[in-house]
């Protein structure tokens, strides 16, 4: 456990950085999309980070590449080659993202009834809803996250006409709305599966998240779903991902979470016990999630066949 007591602090020290001393939004395309197809503030990773005074427990650049080799190393000691049990998923911005910006969608709708904002004015509307305190519940997403997205929606275009919010919000239901992030996820997450991997996501969003996965086919791929509305707990709240554990019958420590969002994602999963990856920064794509995974070396026979086979066949590695 020493291994595994260095690097979480290593990390900790270099990525625990006190909100208020984060830079953050960027311009339009760097903000990440929420459930109404949203684009939401978001900790990226390429937000600024004012200097702070340096501390003793910070290692240098190459110390902490030592120390993560070494940790990794330790991790496929206990699992056969594998470097956790569980991996556990961010839905938004990680397993998919909005097919169309959200501004256009709710111009294109609006327009036949009566939204003459533009697509800026409505984006510049929406952020400043968003960030208003939400007094009404102290989740956003409660049950089908319907009062918050009336809000929102009637915020950022002028319009409450009840009939243009529900097919607003029946359009991001459907496939339409939302493609994969990475198009090799299916073949990942099944050798991931085939070599004893457990999988689950974890996201924020209402009781729509199910009928989403289901129109994008993805829904099988996992073995649970951890949503805020249904556990009651919004990330960076560490009930979440415990939760996301307890339905795949693993310890936080087994699992590793990928998410986008350095605040709600890393930090959340990391007070949780989990270890957690950034994703567009630690890593790409899922097949960068698998070769971190598995030591294909180190792997067992039976563990590492349906991962090399999908290296081999997939890639041409």
């Known amino acids: 456990m020493a291994a595994r007591t260095r690097i979480i602090r290593s990390l900790s020290n270099l990525t625990h950085k006190p909100k208020s001393q984060v830079l953050v939004n960027g311009p339009p395309d760097r903000i ?4 109404c197809g949203s684009p939401v503030s978001s900790f990226s990773t390429a937000a600024a980070v004012s200097p702070v005074e340096e501390s003793p427990e910070i ?10 080799k070494e940790y990794e190393e330790y991790r496929r000691g206990l699992y056969g080659g594998l470097t956790h049990k569980a991996l556990l998923v961010d839905a938004v911005g990680t397993l998919v993202i909005p097919s169309q910006p959200m501004a256009q969608i709710y111009r294109q709708i609006g327009e036949k009834y009566g939204v003459d904002y ?44 009840s009939q243009y919010f529900e097919e607003l ?16 996820a299916e073949k990942v997450f099944q050798a991931l599966r085939n070599a004893g991997v457990k999988l689950a996501i974890v996201s924020n969003f209402d009781t729509r998240l199910r009928p989403v996965l289901r129109a994008l086919n993805c829904d099988h791929w996992f073995d649970a779903v951890a949503v805020s509305s249904e556990v009651e707990a919004e990330k960076p709240n560490p009930t979440i991902f415990l939760k996301a ?8 420590d087994d699992a590793v979470h990928v998410g986008d969002d350095r605040r709600n994602d ?9 270890d957690a990856w950034l994703w567009g920064s630690d890593v790409n794509s899922f097949k960068e999630v698998t070769n971190l995974f598995t030591s294909l070396v180190g792997c067992s026979e039976n ?3 349906g991962l090399k086979g999908f290296i081999s066949n997939a890639f041409d590695v």
């Not at 984006?123 to 009336?150: C, H, I, M, T």
């Open 266 to 274: 890393i930090w959340g999963a990391r007070d949780a016990g989990c």
């Open 32 to 35: 990440r999309a929420d459930p």
């Open 245 to 252: 554990c307890e339905l795949l019958g693993v310890n936080p």
């Open 59 to 68: 290692v240098s650049g190459s110390r902490l590449c030592g120390l993560v």
């Open 303 to 305: 563990r590492s066949r």
């Open 118 to 161: 533009s697509e800026a004015e409505i984006l510049k509307r929406y952020r400043w809803a968003y960030e208003q305190p939400w007094g009404r519940s102290r989740l956003r997403y409660v049950n089908d996250g319907r009062p918050f997205w009336q809000h929102i929606v009637s915020s950022s275009t002028g319009c409450s006409d």
């Open 169 to 184: 919000y029946s359009y991001y239901t459907t496939e339409k709305a939302w493609h994969l992030c990475d198009p090799n």
